[in-house]
């Protein structure tokens, strides 16, 4: 049985709490605090995403808690307009919160949006460091692509 959850696109009015699994996010990644800076800048970004017609931001609740978000957009393909691109920029979901599938419900569901977009492919990065992530991607047909061996912030 799938468990109740709720997914729905980000308002202006989600953005502070959404801003605080951020912070979880960057903490789990870094394992040190956000700085303020970054959190304006990325507050900024989140409301900028809101005015862009092609960059979503997908929240996923449950029992009326954030507990995951997917930031995704389309692009078309600079050499060749024809053609679209997906992009997963972001995921997130709370620890508590994972293995109920619920990650995968919300992923799909970035998939989908974006394949019926038109997009013929679908990007996103792992950390190598993140081999539980990499996994999950796999899982849902994903393939290595590329790897960088140093992520510039």
Same mark, same amino acid.
């Given at each position: ?27 789990? #990644? ?6 303020? @800076? ?7 970004? #989140? ?9 979503? =931001? ?15 957009? &389309? ?20 620890? &508590? ?9 919300? @992923? ?7 394949? &019926? ?8 990065? =792992?950390?190598?460091?993140?081999? &539980? ?6 899982? #849902? ?13």
């Amino acid at each position: 049985m799938k468990e109740l959850a709720t997914f729905r696109y980000m308002e202006e009015t989600d953005i502070d709490r959404l801003m605080a699994l951020v912070a979880a996010y960057s903490l789990e #990644l870094s394992h040190v605090p956000m700085r303020r @800076a970054k959190q304006a800048e990325y507050r900024r970004y #989140l409301n900028e995403t809101l005015a862009e017609r092609d960059h979503f =931001v997908l929240l996923l609740e449950r029992e009326g808690e954030m507990c995951g978000f997917v930031d995704y957009r &389309a692009e078309r393909c600079r050499q060749d307009h024809r053609m679209i691109f997906g992009e997963i920029v972001e995921f997130y979901i709370v620890p &508590a919160c994972r293995r109920r599938g619920l990650g995968r419900r919300l @992923a799909r569901r970035a998939i989908e949006h974006l394949d &019926a977009l038109g997009a013929e492919l679908v990007n996103l990065s =792992v950390l190598t460091t993140n081999p &539980a992530g990499g996994a999950f991607w796999e899982g #849902l047909g994903f393939r290595d692509h590329s790897l960088r061996k140093r992520l510039y912030l």
